[in-house]
């Protein structure tokens, strides 16, 4: 049976021979894979199984890291699991903008309007009034560093005409870069049940951003912007925490939870980790920086003995398409159920009344144990946008 971390197979493979005691103990010297090797009679192998044996410790949701430039898988877990995009799918909005600039279809100067459907966008917003308009140079930088949802629709509808039919580009763009398991139905990210992708499908389009607009990488690295007297920041916190850490999009949606296509660069080499499904913002800040650290440190052992590239990297999935899967849709009807409804007058006089001593004392304890959450529970509850 197949080495397994936490609940899941590590990259969907299933392994004939036993390694668990390489495993347990690490493969921290050479000649453990040349005895590998010898023992197998193929070192390529037993770099393959070596590589899998020292793989980071599983997350909740689906990871990636690979090599910008050449493609090469350095880890992979259930990287075609379906899940949802969030905001991460702004970054097929700013390629279709960006494509439809460099077939001078729209300039940098290109107005953007806010008509009513975007007006009406929840946050995250960049909140202008129906009617006003902004550059399509402005309305980008709000797309990224802000995540604007009423920018995104915005964006739609001046490039495409109208919402749908942008949406329509930006599903058939999806095919052409290789998202077979993508299907968009709006250009923000917000809740959809069958607003579908995968870890493999985002870490396709993050590469082709950087690949087929390398002039427009300065933007997913800003921290800070000013569009007219609104000052608008960045998400993502790898920006200032990681070194080399230059891009690119953050996500979340209750449904989604905490999605990230991370880049950095060191010494010329760059590389994309996508995370998906993260429980908080510090998860997936920490989950991507564990694995580029990791690839860095181990990138030229790893690539001496090549896999897979993220465009034919191995899938546990047969055939293509876009449909959401149980976990995913009792996700996202969890998240639309109703919150409980407020407790009647009568019931919260019972529940504040004292009725024993034993109770009473119950409450003192309940109360200092309480007291040091009290500055967690200020705190702002995270919007469906990042």
Not at 12 to 38: M, P, Q, W, Y
Not at 101 to 106: D, L, M
Not at 142 to 163: C, F, K, P
Not at 182 to 189: A, K, L, S, V, Y
């Amino acid at each position: 049976m197949g080495r397994r971390i936490g609940a899941r197979p590590v990259c969907g493979l299933t392994f004939a021979l036993n390694l668990s005691i390489l495993c347990n103990r690490g493969i921290n010297k050479l000649e453990d894979l040349h005895v590998l090797a010898r023992d197998v009679g193929i070192f390529s192998l037993a770099a393959l199984l070596a590589w899998a044996c020292c793989a980071q410790a599983a997350s909740a949701g689906s990871t990636l890291l690979f090599d910008f430039k050449d493609g090469h898988v350095l880890y992979a877990e259930d990287l075609d699991q379906p899940w949802y995009p969030a905001s991460l799918t702004k970054m097929m909005t700013a390629y279709l903008a960006f494509t439809a600039i460099r077939e001078k279809k729209a300039t940098r100067e290109t107005r953007i309007f806010i008509s009513p459907a975007a007006h009406k966008m929840p946050p995250t917003r960049l909140g202008l009034k129906v009617g006003k308009d902004i550059s399509l140079d402005d309305a980008l930088r709000a797309l990224m560093l802000r995540s604007a949802n009423d920018i995104a629709v915005a964006i739609a509808e001046t490039l495409g005409g109208d919402e749908a039919s942008f949406v329509k580009e930006m599903n058939q763009m999806a095919a052409r870069l290789g998202m077979a398991h993508t299907h968009f139905i709006n250009p923000h990210g917000l809740p959809e049940e069958n607003q579908v992708t995968t870890a493999r499908d985002m870490g396709l389009l993050a590469q082709a951003l950087l690949r087929d607009f390398p002039e427009e990488a300065p933007l997913y690295s800003l921290t800070k912007a000013t569009i007219g007297d609104i000052t608008i920041g960045s998400h993502n916190a790898l920006l200032t925490s990681f070194p080399g850490g230059d891009g690119i999009k953050t996500g979340y949606t209750c449904a989604s939870g905490y999605n990230l296509a991370a880049s950095a660069t060191r010494d010329g080499r760059q590389l994309i980790a996508i995370v998906l499904g993260e429980p908080s913002n510090n998860a997936r800040t920490a989950r991507a920086a564990a694995l580029l650290e990791n690839g860095f440190r181990t990138h030229a052992w790893k690539t001496a003995f090549p896999i897979a590239r993220i465009d034919n990297y191995p899938s546990d999935v047969v055939g293509s398409g876009f449909e959401p899967d149980a976990l995913m849709l009792e996700r996202f009807r969890a998240c639309k159920a109703p919150p409980p409804p407020p407790p009647t007058p009568a019931e919260t006089a019972s529940a504040t009344k004292p009725k024993t001593e034993a109770g009473a004392a119950v409450r003192k304890v309940s109360a200092k144990a309480a007291a040091p959450k009290k500055a967690q529970n200020n705190k702002k509850k995270p919007r469906a946008h990042k």
